[in-house]
Each structure stands twice: as C-alpha cells, then as structure tokens.
C-alpha cells in the first residue's frame, strides 16, 4: 500500500498552559490542525472547478467511470496536492 505523504501540518498552533480542556502545569501542546497536503488540495478546488475545460474533464470522467463528480473533483485535487509536495521533495 503507497503511504500518503501529508506535509506536516500547516498552520500549527502551540498552546500554553490554562487554556480550556488543559489540566494547569500541563505542559504547552502542539495542535496540528490541517496538513500541508489538505491546505494546497484546498488551494487547487476553486480554480479548478471554476475552469470550464477543467469541469468539462471532471463530468467527462465522472461518466465514464461512474464515479461521483464531487468525488473526482476531490480526488483530482489531491492528485495536485500530491504532485506539489513531490515537487516540493525534489526542490
């Protein structure tokens, strides 16, 4: 099975003691958040979908393979999302 690279995370928030749901002298504690590979598949959605040739595709697929065009466009995205990181790897 090919593992999924995510990125890391991509906005990574630290938090410091006393803050809700944290028992006091804990120590600070990292939150994750959206990884690096969900934050560029987000990035490519918008354009994406809104290109009429890149739509046309998605349907065109869709019909073919019947799968959902929500669930192409998605996996689509993170076809781009994989080749950015990959592309961020070798630089």
Do not use: H, N
């Not at 990292?30 to 349907?59: E, H, K």
């Not at 697929?61 to 669930?71: E, H, L, Q, W, Y």
């Amino acid at each position: 099975m090919k593992t999924i690279k995510s990125g890391g995370p991509a906005f990574p928030v630290r938090t410091e003691s006393g803050v809700q749901g944290r028992a006091s002298g804990e120590q600070p504690q990292q939150f994750p958040g959206m990884t690096l590979r969900d934050y560029f598949a987000a990035q490519v959605m918008p354009p994406m979908i809104m290109d009429g040739a890149a739509l046309d595709a998605i349907r065109s697929i869709s019909k073919r393979t019947g799968i959902d065009p929500f669930a192409a466009s998605a996996e689509a995205a993170y076809a781009y999302a994989d080749a950015m990181l990959a592309a961020r790897e070798a630089a």
